[in-house]
């Protein structure tokens, strides 16, 4: 008996892990897509500015490492194409960086005047997502149709409304546009801001 509950246990941990380890994994981007980390055709700015970037996606960078290499360097230092006291350097000719945390990072070839040329790389990585999260629409506020309001009702001579009329307790104050306002930004901190207080 113990044993069955300690594979079944073993089973929902690993599928748990399974998932989690999906979840977590993030997307791996190939940098310059089939061309990879090249000096010549590739608009990096471009593909850079078609994606999205979280913390937990990778860069994988392919290149000939004879006539490349890859260096994260400072935001000064990438927009003057300095190489000397990178940050990480990178040699392999087939080198993954993990995104481990958001802002904006730097990526240039260290080899002279390759930079210069546009072998460089600026992203900017957000926080790891939550997943989906609908954003609240306000709605229009709709009054109701004048043209409506003007007719009579048919059951306004009724017998049945010619009775006494009985206020049940006092009308409920119509909501402002300030309750409104502060009650939308309220679910907007709590989808959006909260999240990043919380894991950051």
């Known amino acids: 008996m113990a044993l069955i509950k300690n594979k079944s246990l073993f089973a929902s941990l690993m599928i748990f892990v399974a998932f989690f380890g999906a979840a977590v994994g993030g997307t791996v981007h190939k940098v310059g897509d089939s061309k990879g980390w090249t000096m010549m055709g590739v608009d990096y700015e471009a593909w850079a500015s078609s994606r999205t970037f979280q913390v937990g996606d990778s860069l994988v960078f392919e290149y000939n490492k004879d006539y490349h290499n890859v260096n994260e360097v400072t935001p000064n230092n990438f927009e003057l194409c300095v190489t000397s006291n990178p940050l990480e350097r990178y040699e392999t000719g087939s080198d993954t960086v993990t995104l481990t945390k958001s802002g904006v990072h730097n990526f240039i070839c260290g080899v002279p005047g390759h930079c210069g040329i546009g072998q460089k790389l600026q992203i900017v990585v957000l926080p790891a997502s939550l997943g989906p999260v609908a954003a609240p629409v306000p709605r229009p506020v709709r009054s109701p149709s004048p043209s409506l309001s003007l007719l009579p009702s ?41 999240p990043f207080f919380i894991l950051g």
């Open 154 to 194: 048919p059951l306004a001579n009724s017998p049945v409304n010619n009775g006494p009329k009985y206020q049940t307790g006092p009308s409920p104050a119509p909501h402002s546009a300030a309750s409104k306002s502060i009650a939308w930004i309220g679910s907007y901190f709590l989808i959006y801001l909260l």
